[in-house]
T-cell receptor, first 118, second 112 residues
Framework: GAVVSQHPSRVICKSGTSVKIECRSL??????MFWYRQFPKKSLMLMAT?????????EQGVEKDKFLINHASLTLSTLTVTSAHPEDSSFYIC??????????????FGPGTRLLVL | AQSVTQLGSHVSVSEGALVLLRCNYS??????LFWYVQYPNQGLQLLLK????ATLVKGINGFEAEFKKSETSFHLTKPSAHMSDAAEYFC??????????WGAGTKLIIKP
């Protein structure tokens, strides 16, 4: 139980284009989803927290107009990197916490999306 | 403010030897504590968690951790290392709003 998927797993795009990453909780309803960015050999950096049906809360220093987050349902959140540039290349990971049979305090992580902007 | 400190960015042990990964936290309230493992180019997998029940917590893959309030520690151990344990390990403490405060991570290297 408590499986989170991400799609795509890898994406390569040209500079200036937009990329959408999906995060789904497959077997539970996610009260909250989190989006992280991870740089090589570094810990996770929280980008934003999203709750279903409300606007995401962005961490300080994260551009909300560049990283658009939509949490349209209790099982789906999307991160859109708009007008991507090479410095946006990174490993993006989502996590979800929720109710049902899962523990409210536990975040369950997706497998991550590797973004490379050329 | 809550914080997590993982001692040692790299820990190297021989296959079959004891694994000990250290984690100390600071928290003004009884915490939820977690250990996650990350294999290369993958997301994070929950190893185990402490949620104010038993102080000795058993997790997956033979790992366990002991919550010691007096030492503000939550060290991760495994009696006998296996080559498949080579990965990055992260300790984290949960805030009231369930956001996680992360340690810097410890890379576990297993020598044959």
């Amino acid at each position: 139980g408590a499986v989170v998927s991400q799609h795509p797993s890898r994406v390569i795009c040209k500079s200036g284009t937009s990329v959408k990453i999906e995060c789904r909780s497959l077997d539970f309803q996610a009260t909250t989803m989190f989006w992280y960015r991870q740089f090589p050999k570094k810990s996770l950096m929280l980008m934003a927290t999203s709750n279903e049906g409300s606007k995401a809360t962005y961490e300080q220093g994260v551009e909300k107009d560049k990283f658009l987050i939509n949490h349209a349902s209790l099982t789906l959140s999307t991160l859109t990197v708009t007008s991507a540039h090479p410095e946006d290349s990174s490993f993006y990971i989502c996590s979800a916490r929720g109710g049902g049979s899962t523990s409210q305090e536990t975040q369950y992580f997706g497998p991550g999306t590797r973004l490379l902007v050329l | 403010a809550q914080s997590v400190t993982q001692l040692g960015s790299h820990v190297s042990v021989s296959e079959g030897a004891l694994v000990l990964l250290r984690c100390n936290y600071s928290s003004s309230v009884p915490p939820y504590l977690f250990w996650y493992v990350q294999y290369p180019n993958q997301g994070l997998q929950l190893l185990l968690k402490y949620t104010s029940a038993a102080t000795l917590v058993k997790g997956i893959n033979g790992f366990e951790a002991e919550f010691k309030k007096s030492e503000t520690s939550f060290h991760l151990t495994k009696p006998s290392a296996h080559m498949s344990d080579a990965a990055e390990y992260f300790c984290a403490v949960s805030r009231r709003d369930y956001q996680l405060i992360w340690g810097a991570g410890t890379k576990l290297i297993i020598k044959p």
